[in-house]
């Protein structure tokens, strides 16, 4: 008897980890599925009908002038006004000779190629975006210490200039109050099995916590450097100035910086801590760099290789664990 009644109980936690595990999965795989149907405006308008459907607090903001596209902000506000941002890009792209050459314009012709893109943009990125979504479902209700700042950003692809646009645009007042920024890029592919966090440019503390949470979620948590010369949007959170942000600005693209673009007018700002979450940081650059002299993109990302089958949902449901489990311990660990 007492053999019979052990064995039912570990069908019930069973039964209980399967329902768990479906009501986490399912609201995922459906925006993932979503997200990646159609163009940039499509994703934009896609993540801001969320918003609004679950009655959350948020904003856009143009992020240039010559440009259609925008950000979107949520807050999902707390106990206090001190501010931790959590930022995945929403924009896809391909890397051919189109892209190429739209980049000298800053990208403001992406509203004209990004239908025909080739890329779904499913990992990159829409693996952050719909774990940033899922966050949000969850915090909505949670009572949290901090106010917690979700940043949406587009035109990442073409130099960061969504986040480095919000960055800018930001008073020193506001800016004085952010703790630190957690950003979202290519996470959940298929064949990773852990957490990924790139140690070179995230902050020591923010490891050991994301160490402590992967424990506590019984959770690897794998650790890589970011190959040098590869950005995300965590780099516009590390500091900002003119001279630093005309340099990004020539890198990404020596003949459209030359327009003047809306982070240009910023007061300087000290960098606060960032810690950065990426599956992937051994992409072979080589050919990525070949697709943009290319008519059709043929890159890891970038490109048609870039659909749904590369993320497994059951890896952003991991990801999706780790962080319920770090953002407590970050609600806890400033106070």
């Known amino acids: 008897m007492k053999k019979i009644v052990i064995f039912l109980f570990l069908i019930g936690l069973t039964i209980n ?9 399912v609201p995922i795989i459906h925006s993932l599925s979503q997200i990646t149907k159609k163009n940039n405006c499509h994703r934009f308008s896609y993540i801001q009908k969320y918003v609004k459907k679950n009655n959350l607090s948020f904003y856009t903001e143009s992020i240039d002038w010559l440009g259609v596209y925008r950000n979107i902000i949520v807050e999902k506000k707390g106990s206090c006004d001190s501010v931790v941002y959590i930022v995945s890009h929403y924009d896809k792209i391909d890397g051919n000779i ?13 509203i004209l190629f990004s239908p025909f893109y080739l890329s779904k943009g499913a990992y990159d990125n829409g693996s952050g975006v719909v774990t940033s979504l ?14 917690y700042r979700f940043l949406f950003a587009g035109m990442e692809e073409y130099g960061l200039r969504g986040s480095r646009r919000h960055v800018s645009g930001l008073s020193i007042e506001d800016w004085n109050k952010c703790v630190c920024a957690v950003n979202i890029d290519m996470v959940g592919r298929v064949g990773i099995d852990g957490i990924s966090i790139t140690k070179n440019v995230s902050d020591s503390s923010l490891i050991v916590l994301a160490d402590s949470s992967a424990n506590r ?3 690897k948590l794998l650790k890589a450097d970011l190959p040098k010369g590869a950005l995300s949007d965590f ?12 340099n990004i600005a020539f890198k990404s693209s020596l003949v459209g910086a030359i327009i003047p673009q809306r982070s240009y007018f910023t007061k300087c700002k000290k960098g606060i801590p960032i810690v950065d979450f990426s599956d992937d940081i051994k992409i072979d650059n080589t050919k990525i760099l070949l697709s943009y002299y290319s008519p059709v993109s043929f890159g890891a990302i970038h490109s048609y290789k870039d659909n749904i089958t590369v993320v497994d949902i059951n890896n952003i449901v991991n990801y999706q664990v780790f962080f319920r489990e770090f953002i407590n311990k970050l609600d806890n660990r400033y106070q």
Not at 17 to 22: L, T, V
Not at 235 to 246: A, E, V, W
């Open 98 to 110: 189109f892209t190429s050459f739209n980049s000298f314009l800053n990208g403001d012709l992406d």
């Open 235 to 246: 780099y516009s959170f590390m500091g900002q100035s003119f001279k630093k942000d005309i």
């Open 17 to 25: 980890a399967q329902i768990h595990f479906k009501c986490d999965s």
């Open 217 to 219: 979620v019984k959770l």
């Open 134 to 147: 899922a966050l949000l479902d969850w915090m909505k209700t949670k009572t949290t210490k901090y106010t």
